[in-house]
């Protein structure tokens, strides 16, 4: 397996522009992504991503830079990274989030690209593609559900 590109897609019933605020904005990534979030979503903003609980000791704080706003089209931004380095495509993982109208719903096509970049060892590099794509698994369906339930209280 080479591991160079992951890529989901999943349809979704609701409007790009819904789909869009759930994937941009801290207070809906809560919702179905990380335990928190913090970050300004316009291009070259930065902020973290929180799994876990903050306090404790198996939390996870994951730095983010947003590289691509182009409402209701495309969201995109870079992370895992040394938290004390900014982000470059050498250093960190890209993630684009294309969104595409589909009869009264949205197809979003996620990629996850650099993991050959970072210049981890074979087994590290391996492992990390696992944990991402099993993440992924795990976290997408949560978006569709959450905003089905979005959707349904407006």
């Known amino acids: 397996?080479?591991?160079?590109?992951?890529?989901?897609?999943?349809?979704?019933?609701?409007?790009?522009?819904?789909?869009?605020?759930?994937?941009?904005?801290?207070?809906?990534?809560?919702?179905?992504?990380?335990?928190?979030?913090?970050?300004?979503?316009?291009p070259g903003g930065t902020g973290e991503l929180v799994f876990g609980d903050r306090s404790g000791p198996d939390a996870q704080v994951v730095a983010l830079t947003v590289v691509e706003v182009e409402p209701p089209r495309r969201f995109s931004f870079r992370w895992v990274y040394p938290g004390d380095e900014p982000a470059t495509a050498a250093n960190s993982l890209l993630v684009t989030i294309d969104l595409v109208p589909a009869g009264d719903g949205t197809v979003?096509?996620?990629?996850?690209?650099?993991?050959?970049?970072?210049?981890?060892?074979?087994?590290?590099?391996?492992?990390?593609y696992r944990e991402h794509e099993t993440g992924w698994d795990h976290f997408l369906p949560r978006l569709d559900a959450y905003v089905t339930r979005l959707v349904a209280r407006r």
Not at 19 to 41: I, K, N, T, Y
């Open 108 to 128: 979003l096509r996620l990629t996850e690209t650099g993991f050959r970049e970072k210049g981890w060892e074979v087994a590290v590099l391996e492992q990390a």
């Open 1 to 42: 397996m080479e591991y160079a590109s992951l890529e989901r897609e999943i349809h979704i019933d609701a409007s790009p522009e819904v789909v869009f605020e759930v994937v941009s904005s801290p207070e809906h990534l809560r919702e179905w992504w990380p335990d928190d979030a913090d970050l300004s979503p316009v």
